[in-house]
DNA sequence: CGTCATTTTGAAGACTGTCAACGCGCGTGG
DNA sequence: CCACGCGCGTTGACAGTCTTCAAAATGACG
């Protein structure tokens, strides 16, 4: 969780000292930059599972990663995906609610959850920085629930589509960092229904696929359409 | 909206000032206790509405609330209730992404968002509170997308029912504050399906219905194996 | 007691899930 | 170099759950 921060241009020298504490930089970022450790997940690797406790936290570098949770009988559910920039690992108490795993070759950096704690102590504006990070967090998952709850496989394949491509910030073109399963495991669909989606979209010329893993973009008005 | 305010005068010893914490009291409700004005609103009336400045925070006094949101065709997904004693109303930017409503007659403490945020910037033990609050609620909301993308129609209402007899803290009767259009939107179904399956939940014994806004959890076997 | 909103129930249909088979890409090993 | 196996993705047929449309029942209130 805590992922897809507001991204604050970096100051060099963070303010995490009481005294001056006059520019909204992104401290976070930059305590990450500064303190974090480095640290490699192949794919399908766990990051730290459910009722773990809550130790560290950590910033993707490359890869991806998924936050999701296990029902007993198998079924499951990704509330967000991680991507190059995104922090999470921010669970309210000791323990983790959630598990995150790679789903693909990643690269993240660790911090003691308890440093970062630590300095939101002292800073101010470093606190307030992450609680703005976990409203908006709160905001992006309650426009999440609203695709789950009150929409069709259409719609939420093309929000699905729209919010990657925004993310990767490349215009048209979304290569995806996870399986089918992971996206039917965020979209609250079998891996059935996003394949046939898919296709479905390429007939309609709303999109291509030229590979598996990567999606274009092409026709913004059918996706518009497709989305009512 | 928040004409007839009734304000309180403002405590001058309100236990934010950084010198005097080591009574783990909830500082913001503090706050509102001391600063918040009442207000009444009648059911179905709007506290707030989509995309409105995000000027005031509200805690709830008496009566329900819902957040919620609206798809330009009708569809609502009501991402959470305000109960007594919840807040509510602290969005990430200055404008509301949800809107909120009284579900049946509710009164409210209202606050000026900026007096909070200004509070915080000099107790460092708000503004973790408030960064505390805001990752509960996330994960909250996470658990309910959980129920939302992945769990049957009988899951959503057994976990619902479970949730407010808890929330209630009152043993097996739960008296519901909302409609079953509410009930609905808030778990993603129709009103149909949600009136049935408690119909259903009935006749299995799980729950007695002496009326329509009163219910019983009888067996938690029943609801137990419901859930599975 | 009548009216209106809300809730419940019924029947039919749509969308997605389930089960199954097939295809494709890729790395390994013969 | 090519065949094989394996993971992953696609497609098809059918079933099931929930929605939709419709109407009856219940309850609150003047």
Request: glycine share 6%; charged share 25%; with cysteine.
């Amino acid at each position: 969780m805590l992922m897809q921060m507001a991204r604050h241009s970096a100051d060099p020298r963070f303010s995490s000292a009481p005294g001056r504490a006059d520019k909204p930089v992104s401290g976070l970022k930059e305590i990450f930059r500064l303190m974090g450790a480095r640290m490699k997940f192949e794919r399908h690797n766990e990051i730290y599972g459910e009722n773990e406790p809550a130790e560290y936290v950590y910033q993707v570098v490359s890869g991806a990663v998924r936050i999701s949770k296990l029902l007993s009988d198998g079924r499951r559910q990704i509330s967000a995906f991680g991507l190059p920039a995104d922090v999470f690992g921010f669970d309210c108490g000791n323990e983790h609610r959630f598990s995150a795993e790679a789903t693909v070759d990643a690269v993240v950096l660790v911090m003691k959850r308890s440093t970062i704690e630590a300095f939101a102590e002292r800073d101010i504006h470093l606190a307030q920085e992450l609680w703005k990070l976990a409203t908006y967090e709160l905001g992006r998952t309650q426009e999440h629930m609203l695709l789950l709850g009150r929409t069709n496989a259409r719609e939420r394949m093309v929000a699905f589509l729209r919010g990657m491509a925004r993310r990767n910030h490349s215009a048209n073109v979304v290569d995806l960092p996870m399986s089918r399963q992971d996206i039917a495991d965020y979209l609250g669909l079998t891996i059935e229904t996003v394949s046939r989606t898919l296709s479905a979209l390429a007939r309609a010329a709303a999109i291509g696929l030229p590979s598996s893993r990567r999606i274009v973009l092409r026709s913004h008005e059918a996706l518009l359409e497709a989305t009512t």
